[in-house]
């Protein structure tokens, strides 16, 4: 797969912690619009991974490319139009928990360059009503449940159109019936064109929708074939 069909495109790469080699010779690919989902043990290295597509982390040696951006020696002022390329559902990116929704919402998209007012309040309209949560623009994000705020912060990941969505245990935290709504709901935003790179312990979900799945195992990252996974009964 070369970088013009390619999202993520990884060769001979090293994800490192501190001076810790946490994974290496990490070499795959993912298209344009696939989902791929991210597996591993706890300590694994999946956020490491993610982390380093985001370029939260450097990548020190081998060649990495994300949505068309070169991942080594990106200088910090590129980082911004790389993120902006991006979807990322992750802890370490809650909710402001001082504001609405909507000026949650409306916090990111100013920092992301937009200035028409009017047109900044039809996108959160539009995400909002993506994610099935038209009425909820108003509130603070303590005023939803797990599952809806869940699905802000998803609604949060969609406002600059990403080409791909990085996202990390989304339903980590959720009870079964609100974690299959969540998924569905990645299913659509996949469906309409944006890739999806998704962290999951759980293997009910591969198994209900299947997709490529990548595993980081012993320092190394590989794709599992479908003998493997119906050995894990999935
Ligand atoms: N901020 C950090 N500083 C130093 N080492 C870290 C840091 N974060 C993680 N590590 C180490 O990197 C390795 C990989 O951790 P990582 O969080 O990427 O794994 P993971 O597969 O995402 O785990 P989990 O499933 O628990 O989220 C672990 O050995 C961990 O201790």
């Not at 791909?164 to 339903?171: F, G, H, N, R, S």
Request: glycine fraction near 8%; proline fraction near 4%; aromatic fraction near 8%.
């Amino acid at each position: 797969m070369d970088t013009a069909t390619a999202v993520i495109e990884l060769r001979d790469a090293y994800i490192m912690q501190d001076v810790n080699t946490v994974l290496q010779n990490v070499s795959f690919s993912v298209g344009k619009g696939e989902f791929v989902y991210l597996v591993g043990r706890t300590g694994s290295g999946k956020s490491s991974l993610l982390k380093t597509l985001y370029a939260d982390l450097p990548l020190p040696e081998g060649m990495g490319s994300v949505v068309g951006y070169p991942l080594r020696k990106l200088s910090t002022d590129k980082v911004p139009y790389l993120r902006r390329k991006l979807g990322i559902v992750f802890q370490d990116f809650q909710l402001l928990y001082d504001r609405t929704v909507a000026q949650n919402l409306l916090f990111v998209l100013q920092a992301t360059g937009w200035r028409d007012k009017s047109k900044m309040k039809n996108r959160v309209q539009d995400v909002l009503m993506r994610v099935g949560l038209s009425g909820v623009a108003g509130k603070m994000p303590h005023q939803l449940s797990g599952g809806e705020q869940q699905r802000v912060v998803i609604a949060r990941a969609l406002l600059n159109e990403p080409l791909l969505l990085l996202a990390d245990e989304p339903t980590g935290n959720l009870d079964p019936d609100v974690t299959d709504g969540i998924m569905r709901l990645f299913m659509e935003i996949n469906n309409a064109g944006t890739a999806v790179l998704m962290a999951t312990h759980n293997y009910e979900l591969i198994r209900r929708y299947p997709k490529r799945v990548l595993r980081c195992e012993n320092g190394h990252v590989s794709f599992i074939g479908s003998e493997e996974l119906r050995f894990k009964g999935v």
